[in-house]
């Protein structure tokens, strides 16, 4: 399968633990977003990168949360002291970043419940 | 700021009904995009609409972009199971051609055989 790749699919863990998603974009895609969706809603922005450039952060994305993309192919977001209201789906997606080019790909998604 | 609304939020048809889902924004739009997405699932994209009067088919699926490239509207003929999901509409996060994307809260579609 070469779509985006997420992984864990699905991660219950007790508050106060870290966490730490990973995703694997298309290949030869250089630009790699990160997404949180919570139940009834659409997804919202929290960063992207161009190769391992990270360009922009929402404001939704706290001082605990961290993401990565070090040698410009997969990344890592990694979610620490995790609180319930961080219970969501983190989406990632990855597109070539070109004029022609620019259509968003999403992964399956990575299921975090913080108990 | 920019803001998409999607109404209905929630619809229960029968199938082979029709429907209609609105997204609609007080802000112009380069393009919107429609997406659906099934549970435990990531968003697909069905379509791009990029002209403001804009009408694109897709099978049984027809999406229009308004004239001033404010709103659109996805309309779903002879609906059938099948189309079951959360629809969501989308247009691009801020300037540039970054690819960041803004999301309506999404229709939730449910057809019953």
Redesign the interface.
């Known amino acids: 399968d070469t779509g985006?790749s997420q992984n864990p699919r699905h991660k219950i863990t007790k508050r106060g633990q870290n966490v730490t998603f990973r995703c694997d974009p298309i290949s030869e895609h250089n630009?790699l977003?990160w997404?949180r969706q919570t139940l009834?809603?659409?997804?919202?922005?929290l960063t992207?990168f161009q190769n391992e450039a990270q360009?922009?952060k929402s404001r939704l994305l706290s001082d605990r949360f961290s993401a990565e993309r070090p040698k410009g192919s997969f990344s890592t977001l990694e979610i620490q002291r995790t609180e319930q209201g961080d219970s969501a789906m983190y989406?990632c997606?990855s597109?070539l970043?070109t004029?022609s080019g620019?259509?968003?790909?999403?992964?399956?998604?990575s299921?975090l419940t913080v108990v | 700021t920019q803001l998409?609304e999607q109404s209905p939020?929630f619809l229960s048809i029968q199938e082979g009904e029709n429907l209609t889902v609105y997204c609609n924004s007080s802000s112009v739009f380069s393009s919107l995009q429609w997406y659906r997405q099934e549970p435990?699932?990531?968003?697909?994209?069905l379509v791009?609409v990029v002209t403001g009067g804009e009408v694109k088919k897709l099978k049984r699926l027809t999406f229009q972009f308004g004239d001033a490239r404010k709103d659109s509207s996805l309309h779903i003929t002879a609906a059938q199971p099948g189309d079951t999901g959360l629809y969501?509409c989308?247009g691009p996060?801020g300037s540039g051609?970054?690819?960041?994307?803004?999301?309506?809260?999404?229709t939730?579609l449910q057809v019953k055989p």
């Open positions: 985006v630009r977003y997404y009834g809603q659409g997804p919202e922005f992207y360009l922009e989406l997606a597109s970043g004029d620019n259509t968003i790909y999403f992964g399956e998604g299921w | 998409l939020q435990g699932e990531g968003p697909v994209l791009t969501l989308a996060l051609n970054t690819g960041k994307l803004i999301f309506g809260q999404g939730t």
